[in-house]
């Protein structure tokens, strides 16, 4: 079986500082304007490295804190999930994803939960961690370390 795995302005310490505007207005923390702000928001396009190889990869990150992921394609079949990220430093971050993996025609054949940190240089996302590997009844199979490369798109 393919396994496909697949990744902040300043750092905030202690409570998010609220920010009030006009009467009636909606309140903005310092929180929910740092991670709009941060450089992986977005999408990317690269490449995931694992144990079974190497894979085309998708990311798209949300300034809400979501995620999406895609990977493969073709005859090996291809994964794809949603999850979180959320800021650790100025270009540093981390998300973990669940992942479910489908074979060429579409048949579910397990999932990944995939859990990585990393970092923005320029428009180059890099992010590495460790992946979950489970069968399509859930039964928990190995983990395996996971490398992603990715260009802003």
């Known amino acids: 079986m393919a396994v496909f795995a697949s990744a902040t302005a300043l750092a905030l310490s202690g409570a998010a500082l609220a920010s009030t505007t006009a009467a009636g207005a909606e309140t903005v923390t310092d929180s929910q304007v740092f991670i709009k702000a941060h450089p992986v928001v977005g999408s990317w396009q ?20 979501s ?4 990977s493969g394609g073709g ?11 959320k800021s650790t430093g100025t270009n540093t971050f981390k998300f973990t994803v669940r992942e479910y993996l489908y074979d060429s025609a579409g048949t579910p054949t397990g999932s990944v939960d995939v859990n990585q940190s990393g970092s923005i240089s320029g428009k180059t996302l890099s992010s590495s961690g ?24």
Request: hydrophobic letters at 30%.
């Open 130 to 153: 460790v992946s979950t590997i489970y069968d399509v009844n859930g039964n928990f199979i190995t983990t395996a370390q996971a490398k992603i490369t990715a260009a802003r798109i």
């Open 75 to 85: 005859s090996g079949g291809h994964g794809e999930g949603t999850g979180t990220w």
């Open 46 to 65: 690269g490449t995931v490295q694992h144990q079974g190889g190497s894979g085309p990869i998708s990311l798209n990150f949300s300034s809400s804190g």
């Open 67 to 70: 995620v999406c992921l895609r």
